[in-house]
């Protein structure tokens, strides 16, 4: 059965940083595209990173690009985001989702973790 | 960036009505599009992949058609298990974007 599991949200002052992390079990994460997407409260879903099987294609959103780094770990099955500069309107739920076909870009998400939330808020 | 348009942002439908939901994109995106069911704080949930390809498990009383730039979703006899937002998402190229929503409403 696949499983997603984020860990990693909270609350933080704008400009900190925080790390999430996805723990994927059931299927292998070099396989497949990962990515996390976004969910403001109240608001729709925004896209906002994502990484090959492989590690070498990367992408991100315009409103993250230059403060968050999406990476993988292969050996532990874990996807990763480290968010820095944070603001305000990073304040979200974070879900890490799994691509439905095993290529090199996104086509569909197909699994969902249950998200952490990230709060920025002095 | 694709820009997604999604219509009605909200309806309120009767158990047994037929809904369809709209989206278009702001270029032609092929069949390259997806839709997302998502309840109350609930995770979403994907229903239709490639603009008209079921996913494994979801009832059939959904369906999604179209091609290029307009695109939608039918929901043939509403249940009251499918009241909930949906979302369109174009895989097309990066950014990956999503529609604002739907909610579907009971009347």
């Known amino acids: 059965e696949v499983q997603l599991l984020e860990s990693g949200g909270g609350l933080v002052q704008p400009g900190g940083s925080l790390r999430l992390s996805c723990a994927a079990s059931?299927?292998?994460?070099?396989?497949?595209?990962m990515s996390w997407v976004r969910q403001a409260p109240g608001k729709g879903l925004e896209w906002v990173s994502a990484?090959?099987?492989?590690?070498?294609?990367?992408y991100y959103a315009d409103s993250v690009k230059g403060r968050f780094t999406i990476s993988r770990d292969n050996s532990k099955n874990t996807l990763y985001l480290q968010m820095n500069s944070l603001r305000a309107e990073d304040t979200a739920v974070y879900y890490c989702?799994?691509?439905?076909?095993?290529?090199?870009?996104?086509?569909?998400?197909?699994?969902w973790g249950q998200g952490t939330l990230v709060t920025v808020s002095s | 960036d694709i820009q997604m348009t999604q219509s009605p942002s909200s309806l309120s439908a009767s158990v047994g009505d037929r809904v369809t939901i709209t989206c278009r994109t702001s270029?032609?995106?092929?069949?390259?599009l997806n839709w997302y069911q998502q309840k109350p704080g609930k995770v979403p949930r994907l229903l239709i992949y490639?603009?008209?390809n079921l996913r494994s498990g979801v009832p059939s009383r959904f369906s999604g058609s179209g091609s290029g730039t307009d695109f939608t979703l039918t929901i043939t006899s509403l249940l009251p298990e499918d009241f909930a937002i949906y979302y369109c998402?174009?895989?097309?190229?990066?950014?990956?974007?999503f529609g604002h929503g739907t909610k579907v409403e009971i009347k």
């Open positions: 989702a799994k691509d439905r076909e095993r290529l090199v870009v996104v086509t569909a998400f197909d699994y």
């Open positions: 059931g299927f292998t994460i070099s396989s497949y595209v």
């Open positions: 990484i090959s099987g492989s590690g070498g294609s990367i």
């Open positions: 270029q032609s995106i092929s069949s390259y």
């Open positions: 490639a603009a008209s």
């Open positions: 998402q174009q895989s097309y190229s990066s950014p990956w974007t």
